[in-house]
Structure formats: structure tokens, C-alpha cells
């Protein structure tokens, strides 16, 4: 995904710099105030949090998506209360998490009042990473899973051709201290932006990753990108659950299938217009307290750890936003040379 | 799992009449009424759509833990109104479908008013299939996607021995004509009767299914039941799922985790005393019909037979369903002597 490294020394911003900077180029590209501030901030947590493929990489696609008009950078989000335990959330063509933090509150009042509750947004482009979306409700004590349909890539198993997005699930719940549990996983094989490198280097992948145009199983990176597609990651389970979570994130959300988003009519446009689903769960509804729940919480990753399992889900992510905390975010040179055209 | 195939031909028995046999032998062991008609429609239907793993094979299992006392037959369910979108019910150390079925028709009620609700059923024992635990819900319009943790046999990814269940996740959406598009699948490589059954005739298993006494990777499947243990599906992606389950099953619902479970107590007992989620969400919420979103999923589905997936998930249950109404269950006559003596 980003240039090959070179040996000229990272540029290092603190966080509020880097959201500033994104905030302006947003801004120059036709946001509200409102968006460029979500999405700049959400950006460079993704790039703090040392995601190679959702943080800085990703400011080229918000550029053109919505220099070609095929996102709402000045989209108001639309909330619909649709149940004690229901909140819909029109995002009215913009991206999804200017929805998502429009509808925050007022979901997790639902949550609290009624045990649990669905935040479904629809109408909305995801371009962040999905654990930044779940995280914040664990912090508050809730436990919330989080699925987001996005673009064809995924054959379904047995199947010849692109089918499911790559689909990623997240998972948080609360630990004790307000540290948090996490894993957000996509449901292909292998991440896009992981293929996409492999073939720049003209590397062979391992079996089982993906499929040539004509349906038949391939090594080539190249071939998956040319007409081709990604494998679900387990067979058919991971198929599955490709196909809950476009149901889940699309069809729950009246929003498109991955297979549906047709970016045809504005060129130099790529984004997923579909939907995400947040399930939010009160944790302390089947326990007393959410300190009895945390507490279980610390005895399964005591047991993951005496088990044999060295490192935890999510934990490179803290890691690497300690480091940011710490000496600032680190950013390619090239890097900054590409957001400062934008 | 079920006694190698013999050249007897099978006993075919109707479904009320398979029942009304299994109904008897788990009275005979001492269950209350109600739970021996609860359990016996269960497990009768399990075995009418084909499962080998959950139908009559388990019947065994029953009466083994009902004679040792591990599982209490004559429990009453206690249910408790956590929220307008939570349900949590005490299954008394019975068996968790007795304790499904006396919450299934407020848990309906709520997330119809709600538009969801989360139904966490603690201290149960879960001895059917999981699909028949979701499929009531979707044939009443509802999403439901349900988890149960079991007895721990799967080593966390990178771990060396033992520590999550098999745990099951179901997922099932209403269709148009009252259908129900449905998977359930457990979290392990493989099934653990499927173990035991290459067990049974010397087999070796395909790689990365799971590893020995010692946490090495092996093909034996002596070597995975005699202190092994099996692997996730799908790496650490199902390692993560696995982890999910053991939590919105286990901690949510006050239960224990997988490796937990203590049957030590009890001579001749195996069974999982934990817990069991499903979670509910209306559809018609975020699509305004439930006609609307039940021609969402038969688009879907068409498109997976468009991708070439020529196998929707639950179809071969729906088969076995379908062929056992025609002519009865059919039943081979060994399982049928087992169940004799019972």
C-alpha cells in the first residue's frame, strides 16, 4: 500500500498537528466543518494506531471520492429513533463515521436504558478502521459488535466469482481499569491492500488466498486483482460469515450488498456505499455489575495467556499508539509529500 | 459418532412417535414433564434433519448426566425482565432448551416492541442443535443470531493446549414465504465427533486441524482426543470468534467459561454447564416492510447462485427435514437398540 521504505528518516507530528493538516486538506475538497473535524481525527487515530492500510493511505480516496461527487462531504446525518432498542441513522450519501459520532449519545442511552441496543446506518461510505468504531462504546462500558459491508471482492465458497466485501467484524468489551478487548478482522483470506503489495513486488502468495478470473485457484497476486477474487478466510464458515455480516450491514440498513455499489457514473470515484451495524449489550443486564463482568473478562485473557497464547487481539494497536504518545506519529516522507498535493 | 454402517436396513419411525419413545426414556431418568416433551421434540428434530452429531446419538449424553445428578431434569426455568431489550433467564442447571422455549415467547414480544433484544440464558446445560435454537425466530420475522460455549477442546491461535469450547455460532433471516436462510457452525477445525470418528477407523486428518499433548501439530486423531487439542477454523480469525462466543455466552450470562466446566463430581457426567446468547433484531426498523427486507435476501441469494455457490448453508438439513416427512425418520437399528435400554 505505501512506497516500498527508503532510507530517509519519518517525519514525526504530534496528534492534534496531523488532525489539523487533514482537517485543512478535507476542507479544501468541499467538507463541512463538522466532517473534515470527524474524519481528520479518525484518520490520523487510524495512522496513530499504526494501520498500514485505514489511516493516511487513505486521504487520496477521500479526495477524489468526494472531488467526483460520488460522496456528500456536507451530508447532515439523519437519526431516526426506531425503538427503545433501535436507532437508524440515515448518513445521506456521506461517510459513516460523522453518522456513527452524530448517533453516539443517543445509542448508548438505549444501551444503558434498555439493555441493549442496534445502531444501523445507512446510506453511508466506511473508510475508517472498524475498530475505532466499537472502542469508544467498551470504554463507556457497553460491549458492541460491529460489522460493515463494503465492495465486491470476496467469491463466496464453491462459488467462481466477486461476490461478499471484504467485510470486517469487530468485537469490544470492557476490561477492568477502562482498558478495552478488541479484534477487528476482515472476512477475506487476505487483506486487499496486503495483495496489492505482493503483487507491486511481484511475490507468489501462499495457496488458498484467491481465484484467477476464470473461477480457478491462483498464487498470483495480479491475477486476483485482474478480474479475479479474494477466498473467504476458513471455507465455508468464513463465507458465512461474509454473507451475515452483508446481510447484517446491508440489507438490515436498507443500504446496498457489497455487490451492489456502482461508482460507474463518477469517475475517479471507489468507495462502498453500503452500511454498518453496531450491536450494543449491557453487560451488567446478566451480571449484577460491570465490575463482576470485567472481572471475568481479566480471567479469560489470564486463561488465553496460560493457555499458550503470547499475544492478545489488538495489541499491536495499543502498542503502536503508546509509541505515537510517546514521540509523535511517525509518517513516510513520500507519504507527506502525497497529502501535501491533495 | 453412530455405530459404522451395517447392511441391516433402517427403522423408520414418524415424528410424533419418535417423540413419544424419547419422551419415555427421559422420564424414566427422572426429568419433569415438561423438559422430557421439551427435549425429546429437540432431539427427535435433530435427528429429522439428518444431524449425526445432535439426534439420537446424544440421547446417551442425557441420561448419563440426568442419572449422575450433573444436570438437574426437573428444573423450572427462572425468568427475569432485564431491560425493555433484555431477557435473562435462569436455566436452574437444567438443560438450556427447556429454559429457550419458557422465554421464546416474551423474547419475540420484546424485540418486536424493542426492535431488539438480547436473550442471555445462564447456569443451562446445551445439549441440541444450535440452528434449531435461531430458525423459531426468523420464522417469525426476527434476525437471530445465537452462541453458545461448550466443554473446552480448542487451543487459542499460537496457543499450546486447551481452552475454548467448540462453540457454535448461528446466524438466521427470515425469507420470503416463511423460509429461513440459516448456517451454524462451530468455531473448531473440525467437528469433534469427526475426530472421534477417524479416531474409530485409524485415519489420519488433513493438516492444521489440531495438535498433541505436547502443542505440536499432528495429524493423529488419537493424539487430538488423548490430551490434544483442537485448532480454531481459520487461524486466528477463528480464534477470535471463539473468544467472542465464550464471552457473550459465558461472562454475559454469569456462566462458566468453557474450561470452566467441572463434571468431576459426578461419575459419568460430560456436559457443558454454561451459557447460551441469541441475540434479536426486528428488520422491518431500518426497511420499513418485512417484505422489503425478505426481497433483500432473495436477492442475495440469487446472487450466490449467480457467484456460482451452489449450496445455500441449511440446505441439506432441509432436505433431510423434507425426505423424513415423506417416509419417517429413518433410524439405524443399532442406534435403535442403544436407545432401548435406556
Same mark, same amino acid.
Given at each position: 500500500m505505501r512506497d516500498p521504505p527508503s532510507d530517509e528518516p519519518p517525519i514525526y507530528r504530534s496528534f492534534p498537528d496531523l488532525v489539523a493538516t487533514l482537517e485543512?486538506?478535507?476542507l479544501r475538497n468541499g467538507t463541512s466543518d463538522e466532517v473534515a473535524r470527524v474524519l481528520a481525527t479518525n484518520c490520523a487515530s487510524a495512522e496513530r494506531d499504526g494501520s498500514q492500510s485505514h489511516g493516511l493511505f487513505r486521504m487520496t480516496g477521500y479526495v477524489k471520492n468526494l472531488r467526483s461527487g460520488f460522496v456528500d462531504g456536507r451530508s447532515v446525518p439523519n437519526i431516526r429513533d426506531a425503538g427503545s432498542a433501535f436507532l437508524y441513522v440515515d448518513a445521506g450519501n456521506g461517510y459513516a463515521r460523522p453518522a456513527l459520532e452524530s448517533a453516539m449519545p443517543r445509542a448508548i442511552g438505549k444501551a444503558r436504558s434498555a439493555g441493549a441496543c442496534v445502531l444501523a446506518i445507512g446510506n453511508a461510505h466506511h473508510n475508517g478502521p472498524l475498530w475505532l468504531d466499537v472502542e469508544p462504546f467498551a470504554e463507556v462500558g457497553l460491549v458492541a459488535i460491529g460489522v460493515v459491508n463494503s465492495v465486491?471482492?470476496?467469491?463466496?465458497?464453491?462459488?467462481?466469482?466477486?461476490?461478499?466485501?471484504? #467485510?470486517? $467484524?469487530?468485537?469490544a468489551v470492557p476490561r477492568m481499569d477502562?482498558?478495552? /478487548?478488541?479484534?477487528?478482522?476482515?472476512?477475506?483470506? $487476505?487483506?486487499?491492500?496486503?495483495?496489492?503489495?505482493?503483487?507491486?513486488? #511481484?511475490?507468489?502468495?501462499?495457496?488458498?488466498?484467491?481465484?484467477?478470473?476464470?473461477?480457478?485457484?491462483?498464487?498470483?497476486?495480479?491475477?486476483?486483482?485482474?478480474?479475479?477474487?479474494?477466498?473467504?478466510?476458513?471455507?465455508?464458515?468464513?463465507?458465512?460469515?461474509? $454473507? $451475515?455480516?452483508?446481510?447484517?450491514?446491508?440489507? /438490515?440498513?436498507?443500504? #446496498?450488498?457489497?455487490?451492489?455499489?456502482?461508482?460507474?457514473?463518477?469517475?475517479?470515484?471507489?468507495?462502498?456505499?453500503?452500511?454498518?451495524?453496531?450491536?450494543l449489550i449491557d453487560p451488567t443486564r446478566g451480571n449484577g455489575s460491570l465490575r463482576m463482568f470485567t472481572q471475568r473478562i481479566e480471567d479469560l485473557v489470564a486463561a488465553m495467556a496460560d493457555a499458550g497464547q503470547t499475544r492478545l487481539p489488538g495489541e499491536r494497536r495499543l502498542a503502536a499508539r503508546k509509541l505515537a504518545a510517546e514521540r509523535g506519529i511517525a509518517i513516510a516522507p513520500a507519504m507527506w509529500k502525497q497529502l501535501m498535493v491533495l
Open positions: 485543512s486538506i478535507l465486491t471482492y470476496v467469491v463466496p465458497h464453491g462459488g467462481r466469482k466477486r461476490l461478499y466485501g471484504t #467485510n470486517p $467484524m469487530a468485537f477502562g482498558q478495552v /478487548l478488541l479484534f477487528d478482522q476482515a472476512t477475506a483470506a $487476505m487483506a486487499h491492500g496486503e495483495v496489492a503489495v505482493a503483487a507491486r513486488e #511481484n511475490k507468489l502468495l501462499p495457496e488458498g488466498i484467491g481465484l484467477d478470473a476464470s473461477g480457478l485457484p491462483t498464487r498470483s497476486p495480479q491475477a486476483i486483482l485482474e478480474g479475479g477474487a479474494l477466498l473467504p478466510f476458513g471455507g465455508h464458515k468464513g463465507s458465512s460469515i461474509a $454473507m $451475515m455480516i452483508d446481510i447484517l450491514a446491508g440489507a /438490515l440498513t436498507s443500504s #446496498n450488498f457489497s455487490h451492489q455499489v456502482d461508482w460507474s457514473a463518477h469517475p475517479g470515484a471507489e468507495s462502498a456505499h453500503t452500511g454498518e451495524t453496531i450491536i
